[in-house]
């Protein structure tokens, strides 16, 4: 297993570095109103796009277990639709208000579709189980998913990949420090292999990416570095158990075996999804 993480993982580190760079860098001019607009985000969002798809279908497994149904037809085109807001957005002249408007419509004709499907495929039986699980999907993978575009719109690769970068540095430095020195358990009803030593590794390995980032591009300065290193490898830790109880509650070991080595494409996003938001709002608050 640890073979192919290997493997994977870098392949999967160099791809999406560099898709993400040739994003920030190649978008395209659209004219409106006497204004050209340059639109970001085309390649990240066809990312998005793309993963929406197997992730919300591993949702739908894993939903079959614990007695709900997802209907997938309509949280995978509802969870893209809300993962694109930022991309949208772009095309308005008042982008803020363009935003809040399409959440809100996009969300609320979500939740109408959803009861005329489990009305006209399942009729009464499970209507509360399974809206709220089907509503709790798109939630999950496309409003916290839509950050990923925020970030990346708003400012740029360098952000973007130094929070990737430190969510996932961490996960790996998680799994070693766990593999290796692992004999605490930290969390053991939710998600039994981690320790508290991997915990400290994750920690680690979050602060060197975050140096590495504030030495190489100047984003933050090294105190900020330190304190974002500390800040989303712990959060990224947690949204890894969230994902984990979502796995433990449909008593499956693995999202899906979609990559050889992580398992399925949410036990690859888990950590980042659960921190884009915050992420978002740090690179808010320290300047572009």
């Keep these: 297993m640890l073979k192919y993480r290997l493997i994977f993982g870098t392949i999967m580190v160099i791809v999406f570095t560099a898709l993400v760079i040739i994003d920030d860098r190649f978008g395209w001019t659209f004219h409106s109103n006497g204004n050209d607009l340059f639109i970001r985000g085309n390649i990240l969002l066809a990312l998005l796009v793309l993963m929406a798809i197997p992730a919300q279908m591993e949702m739908t497994l894993m939903a079959k277990n614990v007695a709900c149904t997802l209907f997938p037809e309509v949280t995978i085109q509802a969870s893209i639709l809300l993962a694109a807001c930022w991309y949208f957005s772009q095309f308005s002249p008042n982008p803020d208000r363009f935003m809040s408007l399409y959440v809100l419509s996009v969300t609320a004709l979500t939740v109408l579709i959803l009861f005329f499907y489990q009305a006209r495929k399942v009729g ?165």
């Excluded at 399974?130 to 360098?158: A, D, M, T, V, W």
């Excluded at 591009?217 to 969230?242: K, R, S, T």
């Design 124 to 288: 009464t039986s499970g209507t509360i189980v399974n809206i709220g699980g089907n509503s709790l999907s798109i939630l999950y993978l496309g409003i916290l998913s839509s950050f990923f575009l925020g970030i990346q719109i708003e400012f740029g690769f360098r952000q973007t990949l130094m929070f990737i970068f430190t969510v996932k540095s961490a996960d790996t430095g998680a799994y070693a420090f766990g593999r290796l020195f692992g004999k605490h358990k930290f969390s053991p009803r939710i998600s039994p292999k981690k320790t508290w030593e991997g915990f400290y590794g994750g920690i680690l390995f979050g602060i060197i990416a975050a140096l590495c980032f504030s030495w190489g591009f100047g984003i933050m300065n090294e105190l900020l570095a330190i304190v974002f290193g500390i800040v989303f490898a712990v959060l990224g830790q947690l949204a890894d158990l969230a994902e984990s109880m979502l796995k433990r509650d449909a008593e499956t070991k693995d999202s899906s075996t979609h990559l050889p080595g992580f398992g399925g494409v949410l036990d690859v996003i888990d950590s980042p999804l659960g921190t884009a938001p915050v992420a978002y709002l740090f690179f808010l608050m320290v300047g572009r």
